[in-house]
């Protein structure tokens, strides 16, 4: 009889213990399958339409395709130079009532 000689190797004990989930991964687990993540973004979007968040990344955009040249000017360079302002401009209002949403969904979980 012959052995195949592609055989992955068997796993060690002390790999089987470093793949448990952290406790981020346990609570993105938690909110996608209770929906909870679906109803954050959707609220997320809301709140950042309501306050002009759009708006204003829109006008971002078109400016640094406008001052670049619009054949000069890929995807990856708007996502590369409006995420760090996208970010900085969130209302922590709004950034706060997410955080305390997730509070509250924690708590019912009892996580």
């Not at 793949?19 to 973004?41: N, V, Y």
């Not at 809301?46 to 670049?68: P, S, T």
């Not at 000069?72 to 590369?80: A, I, K, P």
Request: a neutral charge; aromatic letters at 2%; one cysteine or more.
């Amino acid at each position: 009889m012959r052995n195949s000689v592609n055989l992955p190797p068997t796993p060690d004990a002390v790999e089987d213990q470093s793949k448990e989930p952290s406790l981020q991964e346990i609570i993105g687990i938690k909110l996608i399958e209770s929906g909870e993540k679906e109803r954050l973004m959707e609220l997320l979007r809301e709140r950042l339409i309501d306050c002009g968040w759009k708006d204003e990344m829109r006008a971002l955009c078109r400016a640094y395709i406008k001052k670049k040249g619009r054949n000069n000017v890929t995807v990856d360079d708007l996502v590369h130079v409006i995420t760090p302002k996208g970010r900085a401009c969130i209302p922590d209002a709004i950034k706060a009532e997410l955080l305390q949403r997730i509070h509250t969904f924690l708590a019912s979980a009892a996580l």
